[in-house]
């Protein structure tokens, strides 16, 4: 953080001192990523950010923009003069590209697109039609490919040629004359192998690709998996029609992420910075979860109401509710966190739910004992309680903590086999469930052992 605000102020002293060739030359020694984040700084003086970005170099402001928020890149769009905003946009990657027309507003979509050359524009125009959320919605067609007769030596000059325009050099793939993916060849191998001989020997026969209709989700969970820096995307008939990158891979994972973690905690998922999103934005993200969640938990008001006079005549018991609706809801909360976990890295599937089920009640049944143990003590010891009483307290304990771990591991999974998103089957939710199932577990063992 010390070294990006000294940047900051360097480049402000510099352009107040009209230093603007010296503000180049620290602008060269940066990274791309490093210069959107002195941008974000300067968002707000919208003239002196369009002034800084025109004296980035071409290649390197491209670059930099890339890395921008979808606000900036709009408000610098709006500055920028038509040749200025060509040259951003010859230089961007065709994903870029793609995902820069996703983002903004029509009227600016439709500046965007007149300045790209034809080519681009018609590719752009079929990437689109891919689901936003498939590996054809993220893949680049910028790729290197070959035939498997061309030479090694043949090889690597078209990667001379052509390796400028590509999103990467590190995998070449190899297609027949129908363009069907038949193997990949890494740049290594290439500088390692004869000179005469062909690409079809060298090359890696066993090629693990995706789908262009294949959940982006998926996509992400291979190179997870395998450690690729880019993999290839095939249609219905295998043939090689782009490929991603292992950045928009991570882009991805980043997504989700935040995503399950708002999903988790009852907020509908938004994808602007928290400090970029307005009051009323927050609170149409959160009042549908949090009337929902108030409507479910009516249902423990009811559940109060039925046993009225019980609690009337046993009041102690009132003093021990939220403990026994807290330790449920915590312990399935830790059931359904494992769950989705596992769920989200592929470690289970639907046909394990008996196998996780029977391990959850194990471990229930541990955690129950050991709680309910140290519950009882307490209880006798410290709150000198009827033995009977806290009998009933005790076994409450252990029935919920079992009910809440079974139902905080179930759900998750059969809400993924339904189509839905495992996390929304997250802490609040069953949190709900379990404080109305602790509830009426706790009144039934009252009313057995004390008799109300």
Same mark, same amino acid.
């Given at each position: 953080? %010390?070294?990006?605000?000294?940047?900051? !102020?360097?480049?402000?002293?510099?352009?107040?001192?009209?230093?603007?060739?010296?503000?180049?030359?620290? =602008?060269?020694?940066?990274?791309?990523?490093?210069?959107? *984040?002195?941008?974000?700084?300067?968002?707000?003086?919208?003239?002196?950010?369009?002034?800084?970005?025109?004296?980035?170099?071409?290649?390197?402001?491209?670059?930099?923009?890339?890395?921008?928020?979808?606000?900036?890149?709009?408000?610098?769009?709006?500055?920028?003069?038509?040749?200025?905003?060509?040259?951003?946009?010859?230089?961007?990657?065709?994903?870029?590209?793609?995902?820069?027309?996703?983002?903004? %507003?029509?009227?600016?979509?439709?500046?965007?697109?007149?300045?790209?050359?034809?080519?681009?524009?018609?590719?752009?125009?079929?990437?689109?039609?891919?689901?936003?959320?498939?590996?054809?919605? /993220?893949?680049?067609?910028?790729?290197?490919?070959?035939?498997?007769?061309?030479?090694?030596?043949?090889?690597?000059?078209?990667?001379?040629?052509?390796?400028?325009?590509?999103?990467?050099?590190?995998?070449?793939?190899?297609?027949?004359?129908?363009?069907?993916?038949?193997?990949?060849?890494?740049?290594?191998?290439?500088?390692?192998?004869?000179?005469?001989?062909?690409?079809?020997?060298?090359?890696?026969?066993?090629?693990?690709?995706?789908?262009?209709?294949?959940?982006?989700? !998926?996509?992400? #969970?291979?190179?997870?998996?395998?450690?690729?820096?880019?993999?290839?995307?095939?249609?219905?008939?295998?043939?090689?029609?782009?490929?991603?990158?292992?950045?928009?891979?991570?882009?991805?994972?980043?997504?989700?992420?935040? #995503?399950?973690? #708002?999903?988790?905690?009852?907020?509908?998922?938004?994808?602007?910075?928290?400090?970029?999103?307005?009051?009323?934005?927050?609170?149409?993200?959160?009042?549908?979860?949090?009337?929902?969640?108030?409507? *479910?938990?009516?249902?423990?008001?009811?559940?109060?109401?039925? =046993?009225?006079?019980?609690?009337?005549?046993?009041?102690?018991?009132?003093?021990?509710? %939220?403990?026994?609706?807290?330790?449920?809801?915590?312990?399935?909360?830790?059931? *359904?966190?494992?769950?989705?976990?596992?769920?989200?890295?592929?470690?289970?599937? =639907? +046909?394990? /739910?008996?196998?996780?089920?029977?391990?959850?009640?194990?471990?229930?049944?541990?955690?129950?004992?050991?709680?309910?143990?140290?519950?009882?003590? !307490?209880?006798?010891?410290?709150?000198?309680?009827?033995?009977?009483?806290?009998?009933?307290?005790?076994?409450?304990?252990?029935?919920?903590?079992?009910?809440?771990?079974?139902?905080?591991?179930?759900?998750?999974?059969?809400? +993924?086999?339904?189509?839905?998103?495992?996390?929304?089957?997250?802490?609040? =939710?069953?949190?709900?469930?379990?404080?109305?199932?602790?509830?009426?577990?706790?009144?039934?063992?009252?009313?057995?052992?004390?008799?109300?």
């Amino acid at each position: 953080m %010390p070294e990006k605000m000294t940047f900051e !102020k360097m480049i402000a002293n510099l352009y107040e001192e009209r230093k603007y060739a010296s503000i180049r030359d620290v =602008f060269k020694t940066m990274n791309p990523a490093d210069i959107a *984040s002195i941008f974000q700084g300067l968002e707000e003086e919208e003239t002196k950010s369009a002034a800084l970005f025109r004296l980035l170099p071409k290649e390197l402001a491209a670059e930099s923009f890339v890395e921008m928020s979808p606000e900036l890149q709009e408000n610098l769009i709006i500055k920028l003069s038509d040749n200025e905003l060509k040259q951003i946009v010859d230089e961007l990657y065709l994903d870029d590209a793609v995902d820069l027309v996703e983002e903004m %507003p029509a009227n600016v979509v439709k500046r965007i697109l007149k300045q790209a050359d034809p080519e681009t524009r018609a590719m752009i125009n079929e990437m689109l039609k891919y689901p936003e959320d498939s590996a054809g919605g /993220i893949m680049t067609t910028e790729f290197v490919y070959f035939h498997p007769d061309y030479t090694v030596a043949d090889a690597i000059k078209k990667i001379r040629r052509t390796g400028v325009d590509s999103e990467t050099i590190n995998n070449c793939y190899v297609t027949d004359s129908n363009g069907k993916l038949v193997g990949t060849v890494t740049i290594r191998r290439l500088l390692l192998s004869d000179e005469d001989q062909t690409v079809g020997e060298v090359m890696e026969e066993n090629v693990i690709s995706v789908n262009t209709l294949e959940d982006k989700e !998926k996509v992400a #969970e291979a190179f997870r998996k395998y450690g690729f820096l880019a993999m290839p995307v095939v249609d219905g008939e295998n043939r090689l029609v782009g490929i991603v990158t292992v950045d928009d891979a991570i882009d991805v994972i980043n997504d989700e992420a935040t #995503e399950d973690i #708002e999903i988790m905690a009852a907020i509908t998922p938004s994808t602007k910075p928290y400090l970029k999103t307005s009051v009323f934005s927050i609170w149409k993200s959160r009042i549908p979860w949090l009337l929902l969640l108030m409507v *479910s938990a009516t249902f423990t008001g009811m559940i109060l109401t039925h =046993f009225e006079d019980a609690l009337a005549s046993q009041l102690v018991l009132v003093a021990y509710i %939220p403990m026994l609706m807290d330790t449920g809801g915590n312990t399935g909360s830790q059931a *359904s966190t494992t769950i989705i976990r596992g769920l989200s890295l592929g470690e289970i599937e =639907f +046909k394990d /739910i008996f196998r996780v089920v029977w391990k959850e009640i194990r471990v229930a049944f541990f955690c129950g004992l050991t709680l309910a143990a140290a519950n009882f003590l !307490k209880l006798l010891l410290f709150d000198r309680l009827d033995i009977t009483v806290a009998l009933v307290i005790s076994l409450t304990l252990i029935l919920t903590v079992l009910c809440a771990k079974t139902i905080g591991s179930i759900l998750p999974i059969l809400s +993924k086999k339904m189509g839905f998103d495992p996390a929304v089957m997250a802490s609040p =939710f069953i949190t709900t469930c379990v404080d109305a199932m602790s509830l009426m577990i706790y009144f039934r063992i009252a009313s057995l052992l004390l008799h109300i």
